[in-house]
């Protein structure tokens, strides 16, 4: 907090030997958004606006700004003009894509995550969002393939695995996803979601289920066997 507090106080230092700074009102509106101060951080970004039509920075900003409200329509706006002056911004490509997701528009989003992937993104963010479109879009074994190549880089993020878990679950790998869901506790004890719980007691109730009814086929099995034959 004390780097953002002394990182606010030199951008508008800055501001003060250039009013006409555009980039540096998009750096002191991007510290806004790291203090959740949203509406300080519009008003430094439509600032940069005024000063340059053209400020690339300042439209993503106010992009992530109506995408963290969940205003998606004015969220895929900004991104749209960013993209208007940058076209090979990966991370624009992969904004669209949340923007989309969030929308339902499964299908827009993955093309986002695509477009992405082919400026060599390989980045967390789009990987992760790419999977949650297979997800929603009910591709689950393209969605494990992806989040399983991405587990062998990235090893310590629980939604991660809760995202993979769910999968799991989808594809009847239940043993695969108690362990997924279990690794997302483990990572994140303190913050992990009581939905997190709730899918690991319905594994546990379903694999009871299973075996309980296993048990049922292999005693009437045995009881055939036993049973002397009529004659």
């Not at 009013?19 to 959740?36: I, K, W």
């Not at 430094?44 to 340059?52: G, H, R, S």
């Not at 992990?192 to 309980?212: F, H, M, P, V, Y």
Request: with cysteine; glycine share 4%; charged share 30%.
């Amino acid at each position: 907090m004390k780097k953002t507090e002394d990182a606010i106080l030199d951008f508008k230092k800055a501001i003060e030997l250039e009013p006409r700074d555009s980039y540096a009102y998009c750096l002191l509106g991007h510290e806004y958004v790291f203090l959740e101060d949203l509406h300080q951080a519009k008003s430094n970004y439509m600032k940069a606006l005024e000063i340059d039509r053209q400020q690339f920075n300042a439209y993503w900003g106010l992009g992530n700004i109506f995408l963290q409200i969940d205003d998606y329509l004015n969220a895929l706006t900004y991104f749209y003009n960013a993209l208007t002056i940058n076209p090979y911004s990966p991370l624009i490509y992969s904004y669209l894509g949340i923007a989309y997701l969030n929308l339902n528009s499964n299908k827009k989003a993955l093309e986002n995550f695509e477009k992405a992937e082919s400026f060599k993104d390989d980045s967390f963010m789009n990987t992760y969002y790419k999977s949650v479109a297979y997800y929603k879009m009910g591709d689950f074994k393209k969605g494990a393939i992806n989040l399983e190549e991405l587990l062998l880089t990235v090893k310590n993020e629980p939604k991660l695995y809760v995202l993979l878990g769910k999968i799991y679950v989808e594809l009847g790998k239940l043993n695969d996803a108690h362990f997924c869901f279990t690794k997302a506790i483990h990572l994140d004890p303190r913050n992990s979601q009581g939905k997190i719980r709730e899918l690991l007691e319905l594994i546990n109730s379903s694999t009871e289920a299973d075996k309980k009814k296993e048990n049922e086929v292999k005693n009437s099995l045995d009881e055939k066997v036993k049973k002397p034959k009529n004659k």
